[in-house]
């Protein structure tokens, strides 16, 4: 496993790092969900994913539970606040109460004194920005958060989110978590130019499409039983038959280079150097084993020129 800086911290992450989003907690049996934990640990992985609007806390449950058997150094954990979890008027968003009630529940349900990183999860229109980011300066002072990290932010909203951190020495974001794979690049445009200049890694969610660029796909009325899209209608609209042409394309590359179309898709993201983790999911342990397998290939110039016409 190779590691990378997330962003300009100092500290590093795993290339591949294991989510729990629809997984743990969720529709994967927890010896499952248990088992993928445990085997993506003894492959390398050092970095951990959730958010306490898994499953409503479950999630953090089953990860924190797992993770107990581990030294707490070893590992960085993430979760995140600002989705709804209660019926009242403050329990969503990035409040001041919101963010500190959560992450005292999420340490709970993880049963841990920190996280690593704590995430906005999403952009919060309602309360002031200076608000949110003075909370988590807070948590970050009294050592329950190590580094704040937002996730689908916009370059502005990063950019000022920078701005009133640098005005008022308040800790700054230092990781962003977006969708990115082969079919959805919009950071490429502002995201990622901007992380470059001023030091925010990319821990990218839904690497392989959820699932699409693992070739599992032989037509959209041919949809394995076991898989996400079976059990989500909502999934199952972002399965085209042009993608599943491009992925059947895209593993005649990867057999070329002895390569799972999966293994291809992940190491087409770290090709990126602003790419600090792309992070999977996996309700079995025989698909982290297949995944952490990308960390560390380096692809041509060649076969990223055959990807691109691929995927034009």
């Given at each position: 496993?190779?590691?990378?800086?997330?962003?300009?911290?100092?500290?590093?992450?795993?290339?591949?790092?294991?989510?729990?989003?629809?997984?743990?907690?969720?529709?994967?049996?927890?010896?499952?969900?248990?088992?993928?934990?445990?085997?993506?640990?003894?492959?390398?992985?050092?970095?951990?994913?959730?958010?306490?609007?898994?499953?409503?806390?479950a999630?953090?449950?089953?990860?924190?539970?797992?993770?107990?058997?581990?030294?707490?150094?070893?590992?960085?954990?993430?979760?995140?606040?600002?989705?709804?979890?209660?019926?009242?008027?403050?329990?969503?968003?990035?409040?001041?109460?919101?963010?500190?009630?959560?992450?005292?529940?999420?340490?709970?349900?993880?049963?841990?004194?920190?996280?690593?990183?704590?995430?906005?999860?999403?952009?919060?229109?309602?309360?002031?920005?200076?608000?949110?980011?003075?909370?988590?300066?807070?948590?970050?002072r009294?050592?329950?958060?190590?580094?704040?990290?937002?996730?689908?932010?916009?370059?502005?909203?990063?950019?000022?989110?920078?701005s009133i951190?640098?005005?008022?020495?308040?800790?700054?974001i230092?990781?962003?978590?977006?969708?990115y794979?082969?079919?959805?690049?919009?950071?490429?445009?502002?995201?990622?130019?901007?992380?470059?200049?001023?030091?925010?890694?990319?821990?990218?969610?839904?690497?392989?499409?959820?699932?699409?660029?693992?070739?599992?796909?032989?037509?959209?009325?041919?949809?394995?039983?076991?898989?996400?899209?079976?059990?989500l209608?909502?999934?199952?609209?972002?399965?085209t038959?042009?993608?599943?042409?491009?992925?059947?394309?895209?593993?005649?590359?990867?057999?070329?280079?002895?390569?799972?179309?999966?293994?291809?898709?992940?190491?087409?993201?770290?090709?990126?150097?602003?790419?600090?983790?792309?992070?999977?999911?996996?309700?079995?342990?025989?698909?982290?084993?297949?995944?952490?397998?990308?960390?560390?290939?380096?692809?041509?110039?060649?076969?990223?020129?055959r990807?691109?016409?691929?995927?034009?």
């Amino acid at each position: 496993m190779k590691f990378r800086r997330l962003g300009q911290s100092g500290v590093k992450v795993s290339e591949i790092s294991l989510g729990s989003w629809l997984t743990y907690g969720g529709y994967v049996e927890n010896e499952n969900a248990v088992k993928a934990i445990e085997t993506a640990y003894d492959l390398g992985v050092n970095f951990f994913d959730t958010a306490n609007v898994y499953e409503k806390g479950a999630a953090e449950k089953v990860l924190g539970e797992t993770l107990k058997a581990y030294s707490r150094e070893s590992y960085v954990l993430a979760t995140k606040v600002f989705g709804v979890m209660g019926e009242g008027p403050n329990d969503r968003g990035l409040s001041r109460k919101h963010i500190t009630e959560q992450c005292h529940a999420s340490l709970k349900r993880l049963g841990t004194e920190y996280v690593d990183i704590l995430y906005c999860h999403r952009f919060d229109p309602e309360t002031p920005l200076e608000e949110t980011l003075r909370a988590l300066d807070d948590l970050v002072r009294q050592g329950k958060v190590f580094y704040i990290g937002v996730s689908e932010w916009t370059a502005a909203q990063m950019t000022e989110a920078l701005s009133i951190a640098d005005r008022y020495l308040l800790d700054k974001i230092v990781v962003n978590q977006p969708i990115y794979n082969m079919f959805e690049r919009y950071i490429e445009k502002e995201v990622i130019p901007l992380g470059e200049r001023k030091g925010i890694g990319q821990v990218v969610f839904s690497p392989l499409a959820q699932g699409l660029l693992t070739g599992k796909y032989a037509s959209v009325t041919d949809v394995p039983a076991e898989s996400r899209a079976a059990k989500l209608d909502w999934m199952r609209n972002g399965i085209t038959e042009e993608k599943i042409a491009k992925v059947q394309q895209l593993g005649k590359v990867a057999s070329e280079l002895d390569l799972t179309v999966g293994q291809l898709a992940l190491a087409w993201i770290l090709r990126q150097p602003n790419v600090s983790s792309a992070l999977v999911g996996a309700s079995r342990p025989s698909q982290v084993e297949e995944n952490v397998k990308a960390s560390g290939i380096e692809l041509t110039e060649e076969v990223l020129k055959r990807v691109e016409d691929i995927l034009v």
